[in-house]
């Protein structure tokens, strides 16, 4: 082993010889659905979004993101947070090392499914067409068009809650499901909050804390009816350039921008954040302006 090589891994292992890690690196192990196998210590930065992780967990599960719902689970197995949402950051659910991810496979098709990618011998060495897809009695298109003819309100995160309520219903007769969220139909949703807010305002998004600036004030028929807040963000943090379904909205650059209800954002003096700002910082500031803790006043 050359010099240098060995330097480079005296710095990976350091002195415990474990890998070396950043303050924001947390350890989790990930459990499937589909699959036997307990992935063990994935490492995962508390900034990423959950939507990033599905990304990551991706390569190690072969479920697309899609398909994927994320149930994190402490020490003892036990629920902490369904994550979603796929705008929040890993870290406003505060993981800890050795807490797991279990990802719930929600393709009925899934190539996972009954030891589709861990018995070799199940795996199908063949590619399908859209159209012979199309021509099956039973697939994912099908099923999922059913649903939403049934339910036009219908999701995937609210196929996993109703299964997941079944499931808890039949361990604890005493669990009550909490009722499932109405079908905003009412085009003056939240126009009251939405009032207050005007295009140019500084804004901060009151789950996961991202900061920007207020774009657009409005309806969005495409999405639902209601009204809706445009946001530039001050980071990479959005998903779109300001865009729905083709319609411009307000123009930012790509990953910028999002659209949330009125409830979900505040306006105010959110000024954007400095990222290599530090608390010592505030602290010595603080305590240059008052003295410092145990100064002396000299009369």
């Not at 306006?267 to 803790?293: C, H, Q, R």
Request: glycine share 10%.
């Amino acid at each position: 082993m050359s010099e240098s090589l060995a330097m480079l891994k005296d710095y990976v292992n350091y002195d415990t010889g474990g890998q070396n890690r950043g303050e924001s690196t947390v350890l989790l192990h990930v459990t499937h659905s589909n699959l036997k196998a307990r992935m063990f210590e994935i490492r995962l930065d508390r900034h990423m979004t959950v939507e990033r992780v599905k990304e990551k967990l991706r390569g190690h599960t072969g479920t697309g993101g899609a398909f994927m719902h994320l149930t994190l689970l402490d020490y003892n197995g036990q629920v902490v947070a369904d994550m979603f949402q796929d705008e929040v950051k890993l870290g406003y659910f505060s993981p800890q090392d050795g807490w797991t991810i279990h990802i719930t496979d929600l393709d009925p098709h899934s190539l996972a499914a009954n030891g589709g990618l861990e018995d070799v011998s199940l795996v199908k060495k063949y590619e399908i067409s859209d159209e012979d897809y199309n021509k099956r009695e039973n697939n994912f298109r099908k099923w999922k068009q059913d649903k939403m003819a049934a339910d036009p309100s219908w999701t995937l995160a609210k196929e996993v809650k109703n299964n997941q309520d079944k499931k808890r219903m039949a361990n604890d007769p005493t669990y009550v499901p909490e009722p499932a969220k109405e079908r905003i139909t009412d085009d003056e949703h939240l126009a009251e909050l939405a009032s207050g807010m005007k295009v140019g305002d500084r804004c901060e998004v009151t789950v996961g804390g991202k900061r920007g600036e207020v774009k657009f004030v409005g309806k969005i028929p495409a999405i639902a009816a209601g009204w809706w807040i445009g946001v530039q963000y001050d980071e990479p943090v959005g998903k779109n350039d300001g865009s729905v379904k083709g319609k411009q909205f307000f123009t930012c650059p790509p990953k910028f921008g999002g659209f949330l209800r009125p409830d979900k954002l505040k306006v105010g003096d959110y000024p954007e954040e400095d990222i290599f700002a530090s608390d010592d910082d505030d602290d010595d500031t603080a305590a240059a302006a008052g003295g410092g803790e145990g100064a002396v006043t000299v009369s």
